[in-house]
């Protein structure tokens, strides 16, 4: 991923923080090449078939470019059939191509090849038999296109199709007498950043068009420069005027990557020392790709292209299906029945297309959803693992022997700087022992404290790279760092550059090694690659970047919906049209999973509508997640959880809903999303008792056995006799859901269970129960737009009160409901707010307490912030250095939040300039660059910075307060020129991870 491009710098900076990889893997595909399988198969004797693509256009390609082209001329376009005249002119024109490279092949191999199968409408070219060396041999041949190894595949983006279940389906194993289903008569709609179509991901590898053979749509049926970019797997591009130009390629890798995991063809790559052999989750679907990546206006656009497209595909064929996918959002929640998109998406779910949205990568916090992800019409997905890791590198301790297994072969992510070299057997020092009270190696270490061997330091507190450097000087050859949070280890992003290689282990194999080393004096670590690993223990873990519910805009609609496998996810990546792939990470790889599944289900379920294809996801979705650090998940983190298309297929009833219904439900207009028809139960606007209603739809018939998994003190109960009933095929059925004593539930989540006395799955709806929405109004208005603040809630504790809850918020100086998830019935003798530059406001309700009622309003007569006086400290520069062609150096001040302009001089004249607004925490240091492009060498360079406090409204601090402050830099070791100095603008991570956490509103990003 490419962090410095105009779509990915704020998102950039949330998604590396996890688990995404910021380069693409370069991974190999067989177009010309010869892979390592095939050369381990027997180079020189073992014939296999291997399909030869040569390089005239095939008939329905030249069709489509021909119709192109009379039109533009002005002529009417006359049917192209295969019969007519220059059908049969074209056809003997690629047979003459293809019977004069054989006989120049034969010439180059010594021998005629004889074809298995000849290529001419979908593909030019023909398959025929010879060894790995005659396909080497064959690919520098003129007129060669591509040469592919034909080989069956266990298809398995590689790990997530399978993870899913796609497999059962793929195979036609999930239902007695089922054939298989791979996604024919299936069209997804990628509205994203556009598609690399020349990667192998989108070739036309014998798919079925439903628009007919070189048939397209968008600007492959415009003519020039587009028509080659179609083919009968990509059956439409469209591009958009106020992106690149309107040019539909990708420019960014994004879009290709969300196509191919979705629906993208079985490809083998090669990555390190290991093949994978990857695949979409339907892969015989075809693709239509909008590049309408992120204004706004553009991609209403293209939901209004999908209607329109999908009424064409219908027209051609009755039966076609269409599922969109939309990897975008914005950082806000806002109505979904309000905004463009969310509109968009809801006619054009009416029209009969499914909808799969991110949900965002603004977790782990509640109520982070984004908008359109908080919709109840389109099926919101969060961002799970699956069983399949590739270890970069490995570490293990290896003496004094013997060492326990669990010491061996520790997962490690690599550190920016050198490659980390094959080490076996050298000395380790632990940081704590060679300096104790350093463990975090921020303060240099004595003499040689790690004299030739491996230093062993913990995370926090400094940049990575003073701690590798620290070590460098102590005499570390590389340094291993443990994570100081639970989970895996993270990437670890370098300040400065640094000599020795450096990696990080998880906290768990950091405390083992640690205590290992303090056991044994002669303890010695190794390094090495590692490679793929497949292991159960990694799967159906909640990435901590995914965003969570509730949707607050939607209150009694449970999202989001489905989790799916969006954590290095690999598949079809690169810019302008180049051919590589990529690991990523982000909503936006769970987001096209959940998309494929619910094509695989419309082929296998023709009669299910759309709602209830996403209801039978949810009803038999693996339920049991956990969070990163191996905790329990909730609902608001994985809606109904995992997809599981094996059972998904089975799913014995289903529930469905209307547009009227969902549009109905706005809350604004007296309408109520929790009586909407989902395959969930939230009670958020209920009082201590409600019911709520659901309808199901059983296909196939059954009997059913309800029981009910919720928190003590819940009474919860069915309309049905004994907790059990039967149900004909094709019968429908009300079910009421009684809730009484909700405020004194001990949890907020639960399940209603449903048994299948036949062989159906087991199914569950979530429960959420008595979340409460308190308006903090005039708490909000109260703070400048973007600061953040803490509502803080005590309880009695036997030495007076303390804190029973902690929220966090960001004001945006409007009225915006704050979401509170609180038991009613709750006591809180006192209630404070925290905000930096404000005096902490009480509410102790006149020493009554407070105990929250369902839509209470908090506002400013209960809670009263007051802005502090305001004392300025001066404003220092410090800290100076240069890197990559920038002047980094420190500001304090106890100004928050500020501007700043700094103007750079040579010899006392303005030479350049930056202006900036930096949101910083009061009495702390905020680091500034200065771009120094174009910027000659000189010996002496002089900053000066005005500073200027933001929001300063209130009644002691009257206007804007501006400080300047001068320093002057000296060449060589300050900011003087060197060879080789990058001209590049990178991000200043501390400052521009600040402004993406505090929620920069409106701001359409993609989800990476």
Request: glycine share 10%; hydrophobic share 40%; aromatic share 6%.
């Amino acid at each position: 991923m490419n962090c410095r491009h105009r779509f990915s710098v704020l998102l950039c900076l949330l998604t590396l923080a996890f688990a995404a990889q910021a380069e693409p893997v370069q991974v190999r595909h067989l177009l010309g090449e010869v892979s390592a399988e095939e050369i381990s198969a027997g180079w020189e004797t073992e014939q296999a078939l291997y399909l030869v693509r040569l390089e005239s256009p095939p008939l329905a390609a030249h069709q489509a470019r021909q119709a192109a082209l009379e039109k533009m001329d002005g002529g009417a376009t006359a049917p192209l059939g295969l019969q007519s005249e220059r059908s049969q002119n074209w056809l003997a024109h690629l047979d003459a191509e293809r019977r004069d490279f054989l006989a120049r092949a034969a010439e180059h191999l010594g021998r005629p090849l004889q074809p298995a199968y000849v290529y001419r409408l979908a593909n030019h070219g023909f398959a025929a038999a010879m060894t790995p060396a005659e396909a080497e041999q064959l690919a520098h041949v003129p007129g060669v296109r591509a040469i592919q190894r034909d080989h069956e595949l266990e298809l398995a983006t590689d790990a997530g199709p399978q993870w899913i279940g796609a497999t059962s389906i793929w195979e036609g194993t999930a239902i007695s007498g089922m054939e298989g289903f791979e996604g024919e008569g299936i069209v997804f709609a990628i509205i994203d950043t556009g598609i690399n179509y020349s990667n192998p991901s989108f070739e036309d590898q014998g798919h079925s068009n439903p628009l007919g053979d070189g048939v397209f749509l968008g600007d492959c049926a415009a003519g020039e420069p587009y028509e080659n970019y179609c083919n009968n797997k990509l059956i439409g591009v469209r591009g958009y005027s106020d992106i690149a130009g309107g040019d539909p390629v990708d420019t960014d890798g994004h879009g290709s990557h969300v196509a191919g995991t979705a629906a993208g063809n079985p490809v083998t790559l090669e990555v390190g020392d290991s093949q994978l052999e990857i695949s979409g989750v339907a892969p015989r679907a075809n693709i239509i790709s909008y590049n309408a990546c992120c204004t706004f206006s553009a991609l209403n656009a293209a939901i209004e292209d999908i209607v329109a497209d999908y009424d064409t595909l219908r027209n051609a064929d009755p039966d076609v299906r269409m599922v969109a996918n939309y990897s975008i959002g914005a950082s806000t929640q806002v109505s979904p029945w309000e905004r463009f998109d969310g509109t968009g998406f809801l006619n054009a779910r009416a029209a009969g297309i499914f909808v799969a949205v991110a949900a965002g990568n603004t977790g782990p916090l509640e109520a982070t959803l984004w908008t359109p992800a908080v919709a109840p019409w389109v099926a919101t997905v969060a961002n799970s693992s699956h069983d399949r890791r590739i270890l970069e590198v490995v570490v293990s301790v290896t003496g004094p022997e013997p060492v326990p297994e669990s010491l061996e072969g520790m997962e490690a992510r690599v550190g920016e700087g050198p490659d980390v070299p094959d080490l076996d057997g050298e000395d380790a020092v632990w940081a704590g022992e060679a300096d104790p009270g350093n463990e975090l190696a921020c303060d240099p270490f004595p003499g040689n404290a790690f004299d030739g061997a491996i230093a062993v330091v913990v995370r926090g507190e400094c940049n990575f790279s003073d701690k590798v450097n620290h070590a460098d000087d102590a005499g570390a050859i590389a340094v291993v760092v443990i994570n100081n949070e639970p989970g895996p280890p993270v990437p670890m992003g370098m300040a400065d550059a640094i000599d020795i290689p450096a990696v990080m282990i998880s906290q768990e194999d950091g405390e083992n090694v640690i205590d290992w080393l303090l056991e044994h004096d002669n303890a010695t670590l190794g390094m090495e690659s590692g490679g793929i690993v497949i292991d159960s223990d990694f799967g159906d873990r909640l990435n901590p970047s995914s965003s969570r519910g509730p949707a607050t805009v939607a209150p009694g609609a449970l999202a989001p919906d489905l989790a799916a496998p969006g954590t290095d996810i690999l598949a079809a990546y690169g810019s302008n049209n180049e051919i590589t792939w990529s690991f990523l990470t982000g909503t936006s790889m769970a987001s096209p999973h959940v998309a494929g599944a619910a094509g695989l289900l419309m082929g296998v379920h023709p009669d299910w509508s759309e709602q209830e294809i996403q209801s039978a996801m949810m009803l038999t979705a693996h339920h049991e997640l956990r969070e990163w650090d191996g905790t329990d998940t909730t609902p608001y983190g994985v809606g109904a959880g995992r997809v599981d298309l094996e059972r998904a297929a089975r799913a014995p009833f289903l529930l469905d809903e209307t547009a009227q219904n969902f549009e109905d439900a706005n809350p604004a207009a007296g309408g109520d999303p929790a009586s909407l028809n989902l395959a969930s139960l939230d009670t958020s606007n209920c009082d201590n008792s409600c019911t709520l209603s659901r309808t199901i739809r059983s296909p196939g018939g059954g009997s059913f056995t309800v029981s009910f998994e919720v928190p003590d003190g819940l009474d919860v109960s069915v309309n049905v006799s004994n907790n059990s009933f039967a149900m004909a095929p094709g019968d429908v059925r009300d079910l009421e859901f009684s809730f009484d004593n909700i405020y004194d539930a001990e949890s907020r989540f639960g399940y209603v269970v449903f048994e299948d006395d036949g062989d159906g799955p087991t199914v569950r709806m979530p429960i959420v129960l008595g979340n409460l929405f308190v308006n903090l109004e005039g708490i909000i208005q109260g703070l400048a737009q973007g600061r953040p603040a803490d509502l803080i809630l005590y309880r009695e504790g036997d030495d007076g009160p303390e804190i029973a809850e902690v929220f966090s918020f960001i004001g945006s100086g409007g009225d915006v409901p704050f979401l509170l998830a609180l038991n009613p019935a709750e006591h809180y003798p006192m209630v404070t707010v925290e905000a930096p530059g404000y005096e902490i406001a009480v509410a102790d309700n006149n020493g009554e307490g407070w105990s929250p009622e369902a839509g209470e309003t908090l506002d400013s007569e209960t809670i009263s912030l007051q802005r502090l006086p305001i004392s300025v400290s001066p404003v220092t520069v410090e800290d100076v250095t240069r890197t990559s062609g920038r002047a980094v150096f420190n500001v304090g001040s106890n100004l928050w939040p500020f501007s700043y302009r700094a103007d750079l001089y040579r010899e006392g004249q303005l030479v350049a300039e930056l202006e900036r607004d930096v949101v910083t925490a009061l009495d702390e240091t905020t680091q500034v660059a200065i771009d120094l492009e174009d910027l000659a060498c000189s010996s002496e360079l002089t900053v000066e910075l005005f500073v200027t406090q933001l929001g300063s409204n209130a009644d002691n601090a009257s206007g804007d307060i501006a400080f300047s402050t001068r320093s002057c830099f000296e060449g060589g070791g300050g900011i003087g020129c060197t060879a080789g100095d990058s001209n590049r603008l990178d991000p200043v991570i501390p400052v521009l991870f600040m402004l993406a956490l505090i929620g920069l509103a409106g701001r359409l990003r993609r989800y990476e």
